[in-house]
């Protein structure tokens, strides 16, 4: 998952360690890649003259380093580095940044642009193929749309697909999904060429890491990446310093993931699309269309590839964000549990992705399973509330069911915190912030708790107990922040009130409250190797 751990002893001193080892520690001592020790101050200067290296943290925050449970580290480089349409406020907007992108990028085989999401223009139209052939001067682009299961493309993208017409999601007028969305995707990623590439997963991983994130998620997979793009960034992560990678391949043949240095068959194995899309698979047709999305996989086909990755050791995992998919998940565990018996399907920490539209018997089910919900508090901040896409796609009621983190937690089911990046940025306080202040008040959990799911839920997810924490033995992934004064916040005003009070003995953390500024990242340090430093710091 990473370069080997630095040989250097340091001490850190004169901050705030957030650590549940001791609650008060303002020192830390690292050595071999590793916690050695956590305490006070006072005696933190029996160890000064025994280490290499004293970092005065000058009242600084120190943290666990974040790990991001779900990213796509190509097309988040591409995105850092292309067209970006997250801000585009109209279809004319968005026309104009690709007409000024064509024209600064002339020698690019194939024009790449991520982000649109007519849901929040005026007209509530994407760019038509007419359009994009003007704005490109005939030029072959792909854009996706922000949730990545659709796109609008010009039809020069689409001469380099043969036969993509008679493929399932294509129309002529409209963005394509499905079959036809994988074909074009392929052959516009297909035409960045190796070093762009890899370009690209640098410029990803640099930007983690001077975000405080420490490990990352990658979710490759036949319909979403190529083999060489997935080996090729397991082989920098464990080549140059930074971020460590742990990378999920999804696909149902298992030998191959395995083949391809994956932990599992798992990721974005897709049961279904996504609500912004119209392809998540639903019990009910949308509010705002005559059908009840697509499913790609079975509860039969769940049950095989859950039975299959138990038995060779490996995670299995799905993408399921509408209700019946999160239905096909679950019966599918439940038939692979009777077959392999529960506590093998248990013992596997299998996951599911997203998992967004979850009634009270799927989460118990999740419990039962030893499920990690693998989830994006962001799409919530992005999505949710009233007026949303959520509460457009589904109506009021059903979306303000959407992603309960805090019956999952009450539930007993692992959560890993992710950003889909780049559906969503990599902004890991932000994640925190979205999921201690979801827009429905009921599915709020505390700020700790996010941090926990956010930090040490990731390694939980990928098997490792032992890590995301800062204390004696665990790895030395942190970070060290500038902020504001430490408290402790939860939705419940009474487990606030207690947690405050020195005999709870519960480490703060930064205000997380809605227009508070997050903290500021100054260093991020990975098995003890120092993989940012903020300038001018």
């Keep these: 998952m990473s370069t080997?751990?630095?040989?250097?002893?340091?001490?850190?001193?004169?901050?705030?360690?957030?650590?549940?080892?001791?609650?008060f520690a303002t020192a830390m001592v690292v050595e071999a890649g590793h916690v050695a020790w956590v305490g006070s101050e006072g005696a933190a200067e029996a160890f000064a003259d025994g280490v290499d290296e004293v970092v005065d943290l000058d009242g600084a925050l120190v943290t666990p380093a974040f790990?991001?449970?779900?990213?796509?580290?190509?097309?988040?480089?591409?995105a850092l580095t292309g067209l970006d349409l997250t801000a585009a406020r109209s279809r004319a907007e968005a026309l104009t940044l690709v007409r000024e992108y064509a024209a600064a990028r002339p020698a690019d085989r194939v024009l790449l642009g991520h982000g649109w999401d007519a849901a929040r223009w005026p007209d509530g139209r994407p760019p038509s193929r007419t359009e994009l052939d003007e704005a490109t001067g005939g030029r072959p682009l792909y854009l996706s749309r922000i949730d990545v299961h659709s796109a609008v493309v010009s039809t020069a993208l689409l001469d380099l697909v043969p036969g993509v017409t008679d493929?399932?999601?294509?129309?002529?007028?409209?963005?394509?999904?499905?079959?036809?969305?994988?074909a074009v995707r392929a052959a516009a990623l297909g035409a960045v060429g190796p070093q762009q590439r890899t370009e690209a997963q640098r410029a990803a991983l640099r930007h983690a890491a001077s975000l405080g994130i420490g490990s990352v998620h990658e979710c490759g997979g036949p319909d979403i990446s190529s083999e060489d793009d997935f080996t090729g960034l397991l082989d920098l992560a464990r080549?140059?310093?930074?971020?460590?990678?742990?990378?999920?391949?999804?696909?149902?043949?298992i030998e191959r993931a395995r083949a391809l240095g994956a932990l599992?068959?798992?990721?974005?194995?897709?049961?279904?699309?996504?609500?912004?899309?119209?392809?998540?698979?639903?019990?009910?047709?949308?509010?705002?269309?005559?059908?009840?999305?697509?499913?790609?996989?079975?509860?039969?086909?769940?049950?095989?590839?859950?039975?299959?990755?138990?038995?060779?050791?490996?995670?299995?995992?799905?993408?399921?964000?509408?209700?019946?998919?999160?239905?096909?998940?679950?019966e599918g565990l439940r038939a692979a549990a009777e077959k392999v018996g529960l506590a093998r399907v248990r013992a596997a920490r299998h996951r599911v992705e997203h998992a967004e539209m979850l009634t009270p018997e799927t989460v118990a089910a999740f419990a039962e399973f030893g499920l990690t919900a693998s989830v994006q508090p962001a799409f919530d901040a992005l999505w949710g509330g009233e007026d949303g896409m959520y509460a457009d796609r589904l109506g009021a009621e059903r979306a303000r069911t959407l992603n309960p983190f805090?019956?999952?937690?009450?539930?007993?089911?692992?959560?890993?915190?992710?950003?889909?990046?780049?559906?969503?940025?990599?902004?890991?306080?932000?994640?925190?912030?979205?999921?201690?202040?979801?827009?429905?008040?009921?599915?709020?959990?505390?700020?700790r708790a996010a941090f926990t799911a956010h930090t040490r839920g990731g390694w939980r997810a990928v098997g490792r107990d032992d890590a995301g924490i800062l204390v004696p033995g665990a790895p030395a992934d942190y970070a060290v922040w500038r902020t504001d004064e430490l408290i402790v916040q939860a939705p419940d005003d009474r487990v606030a009130r207690w947690s405050t009070d020195p005999r709870s003995g519960t480490p703060g953390l930064p205000d997380l409250t809605p227009g508070a500024q997050l903290p500021v990242c100054l260093r991020t340090v990975v098995f003890g190797q120092t993989v940012f430093v903020r300038p001018d710091e």
Excluded: K, M, N
């Excluded at 790990?67 to 591409?78: I, P």
């Excluded at 493929?167 to 994988?182: E, F, K």
């Excluded at 930074?242 to 391949?249: C, I, K, L």
């Design 67 to 78: 790990t991001d449970a779900h990213v796509h580290t190509t097309s988040t480089g591409l």
């Design 239 to 253: 080549s140059e310093p930074g971020p460590r990678v742990a990378g999920y391949w999804a696909d149902r043949d």
């Design 406 to 447: 805090a019956a999952l937690l009450r539930a007993g089911v692992p959560l890993a915190f992710g950003s889909d990046s780049p559906v969503t940025p990599l902004d890991p306080w932000g994640t925190v912030r979205a999921a201690a202040f979801h827009r429905t008040p009921e599915h709020r959990v505390s700020v």
């Design 264 to 330: 599992g068959a798992a990721g974005d194995l897709f049961v279904d699309g996504s609500l912004g899309s119209h392809t998540a698979c639903l019990h009910a047709p949308y509010a705002d269309a005559a059908h009840t999305g697509t499913g790609y996989l079975t509860a039969e086909d769940v049950a095989a590839h859950v039975v299959a990755c138990t038995e060779a050791g490996l995670q299995a995992g799905f993408h399921a964000i509408g209700d019946a998919a999160v239905t096909a998940v679950v």
């Design 167 to 182: 493929r399932a999601g294509y129309a002529p007028d409209a963005p394509l999904t499905r079959d036809a969305h994988h």
């Design 4 to 23: 080997p751990p630095s040989t250097r002893t340091v001490l850190l001193r004169r901050g705030e360690v957030h650590s549940p080892a001791d609650p």
